[in-house]
């Protein structure tokens, strides 16, 4: 099949199966229905996907940098390896997709649903993840550094060895949430309120307690930062 380059095109309803290596680039794909598509390697640069429906889609290592996917239906895709830096997925339904390696750098996630989403060692430095639904997703490994995760829901997550260097998880619920070795929490922004639900106490960073001692009393954010072991 030859490549598809439907660049700039208005497309309402498109039903083809097999778009791999399609060249989607600026297409207008608003509202579409691309559930189950083949999207392997598609370049779907700055793409208007708002509210398409790719639930079930295969979207290994399509290139969506800039793509504007506002409340679009990604559940249950598998976007492994795509790059989606500077992506607009706000409100977007993302749950059970697998988005393991992932380049989700600086992309809007607010308020999207990632339940039981697979991020695995994806990249999610200096995202915007507030208010999104993280239950409970898999974020072992995953780069959180800068991220936006204000009252963002993390019951129950996987944050096992993620790096939260520069994190804002202030009001997030980390309720049963696994931190186990995520020694750069120390340099994230958090309320030790915030961590008591937390499967992992301070203790597993490798920190007494004793050994914090935050300037005032009732912070609103305290920044767990130079701690001595």
Do not use: F
Request: charged share 35%; no cysteine.
């Amino acid at each position: 099949m030859d490549i598809l380059s439907i660049s700039g095109s208005k497309i309402l309803t498109l039903q083809a199966e097999i778009l791999v290596r399609a060249n989607l680039r600026y297409a207008n794909l608003r509202y579409a229905n691309l559930s189950d598509a083949d999207l392997r390697y598609a370049d779907l640069r700055s793409a208007d996907l708002r509210g398409a429906d790719l639930s079930y889609a295969d979207l290994r290592r399509a290139d969506l940098r800039r793509a504007d996917l506002r409340r679009a239906d990604l559940s249950d895709a598998d976007l492994s390896d795509a790059d989606l830096s500077d992506a607009d997925l706000s409100d977007a339904d993302l749950s059970d997709a697998d988005l393991s390696y992932a380049n989700l750098s600086y992309a809007n996630l607010r308020g999207a649903d990632l339940r039981s989403a697979d991020l695995r060692s994806a990249d999610l430095s200096d995202a915007d993840l507030r208010d999104a639904d993280l239950r409970p997703a898999n974020l072992r490994r995953a780069d959180l550094r800068r991220a936006d995760l204000r009252r963002a829901d993390l019951r129950s997550a996987d944050l096992s060895d993620a790096d939260l260097r520069g994190a804002d998880l202030r009001r997030a619920d980390l309720s049963g949430a696994d931190l186990s070795d995520a020694v750069n929490l120390k340099y994230a922004y958090i309320r030790i309120v915030d961590l008591e639900k937390a499967k992992t106490s301070l203790l597993t960073l490798g920190k007494s307690q004793d050994e914090i001692k935050p300037k005032q009393k009732e912070p609103r954010a305290l920044r767990l930062i130079d701690i001595k072991r």
